[in-house]
């Protein structure tokens, strides 16, 4: 079965604890404390690999789970960094936060890999607590906490022009002569039971991707047949190739087909009804009435502005008409992929309200520590500009740069948080 979709556990690495311990040598009088840093716990990060093309590795296996950190030692040894895990995906998968449904990543276009869960922070170890009034330090910081979820993995497959149009009507035949692809045709309803993608090739003109969504029918937008499994596959096509059997071998009228496909789109994503559509009005050679149905469909829709192209799928008349026509319209539009813009940031769901902090100065320095500011740092990624921009929403809205105002920060002093330095500008 096509796995487009799971909803598997991740859990970043534990941060390493800090160790206590002091210096007991020969011939060192006063020998004081040693305990080493714990080390980082892993990160979970995403990665696109080229040749995936399902999600089947997470049909079984559902949970993953990054190393811990390991704890400090003695002699002021650092603990090992957990190791990372790697979720290799195919191209075009959304990564969204279960509950809500919201877009944590999408591994498409300039996204190749990504940290979806950053590993807590070492602890420090019991060498950097000790001061003029405390000389033997008997504590040493925990590592942080990891962070889990639970994610679904949803693929939307990438392709300029996706193939609609009710069972039956000739799609896979029309795939079939045009690509490379090689689905499986046969006369009887819901043959194509995967999403089948292939590239049309063009002697005088730029190719594109093409994607056969299966199993439309009416009611497909409410959870009738098939096709609600595979709507989503469509949502990064940038136009429309809408077939329709114009003989009706089927019984059906080709004019009601494409209103009531046109509709079942429009339900499921009113932005994807509205993109362009050209109609491929298939089976012309099975066409033995004297009612006119491709003229029919010209006078229907052509004043809508939607082409329409008589074609046949098995003798192949008309199809190199419609493919040219196509790639023009294509030359028209965006030619960037379809991303989905994140919505849900994982390290912005750390709850720190109650957690407290200090602001302090020190000689030259301002100086902020405590629990807060620990853990913001420990999940926050600042090497990416949207972890940088929610650490900066972090310093205003928790009321941190108020404060160091009113300890006299200048332009240009410099602010120290744990581990890192910072030059204070407004």
């Known amino acids: 079965m096509f796995a487009d979709r799971a909803r598997i556990f991740i859990r970043a690495g534990k941060g390493g604890d800090g160790h206590v311990s002091f210096r007991r040598e020969k011939y060192v009088a006063n020998g004081g404390p040693d305990g080493g840093d714990g080390g980082r716990g892993g990160d979970v990060i995403f990665e696109v690999d080229e040749g995936l093309n399902t999600l089947q590795d997470y049909r079984h296996k559902r949970k993953f789970t990054a190393r811990d950190g390991e704890q400090g030692g003695k002699r002021r040894c650092h603990g090992a ?10 191209e075009g998968t959304v990564i969204k936060e279960s509950e809500s449904g919201k877009v944590i990543a999408d591994m498409s276009g300039d996204n190749r890999r990504q940290i979806i869960l950053k590993g807590g922070k070492g602890g420090l170890g019991n060498q950097h607590f000790a001061t003029a009034t405390m000389q033997v330090p008997k504590y040493a910081q925990p590592g942080q906490p990891a962070k889990e979820l639970y994610v679904d993995l949803e693929l939307k497959v990438i392709a300029d022009v996706g193939l609609v149009g009710f069972p039956n009507v000739g799609k896979s035949t029309f795939l079939s002569r045009v690509t490379n692809a090689q689905p499986k045709i046969a006369n009887y309803h819901f043959t194509t039971l995967n999403p089948n993608l292939g590239v049309v090739d063009l002697q005088d003109a730029n190719g594109f991707v093409i994607a056969d ?13 098939l096709g609600h499994q595979f709507l989503r596959h469509i949502e990064r096509t940038k136009l429309m190739i809408h077939v329709v059997d114009a003989a009706g071998t089927e019984g059906r009228d080709p004019v009601d087909d494409i209103y009531k496909i046109n509709n079942e789109l429009k339900a499921y994503n009113a932005d994807i009804a509205n993109r362009p559509q050209v109609i491929a009005a298939n089976k012309i050679d099975a066409i033995f009435t004297e009612d006119d149905p491709v003229q029919r469909l010209k006078d229907e829709f052509e004043p809508q502005g939607v082409k329409v192209f008589p074609i046949s799928g098995v003798t192949g008349q008309g199809i190199k008409e419609l493919l040219y026509y196509v790639s023009n319209e294509l030359q028209h539009l965006d030619q960037e ?21 200090t602001v302090e100065k020190e000689d030259d320095m301002y100086v902020v520590e405590g629990p807060k500011i620990e853990k913001m740092l420990g999940y926050t990624n600042l090497d990416s500009e949207r972890g940088f921009a929610f650490f900066q929403k972090f310093l205003k809205d928790s009321g941190i740069l108020e404060q160091l105002e009113e300890a006299g920060i200048q332009e240009g002093d410099t602010v120290r948080m744990y581990g890192l330095q910072f030059d204070y500008y407004k």
């Open 337 to 357: 992929t379809i991303v989905f813009e994140q919505e849900y940031f994982p390290e912005e769901e750390i709850p720190m309200n109650d957690l407290p902090y």
């Open 213 to 225: 969504i299966p199993g439309l029918i009416e009611g497909a937008s409410e959870g009738v047949g």
């Open 81 to 90: 960094d957990g190791e990372d895990i790697v979720l290799k995906v195919p």
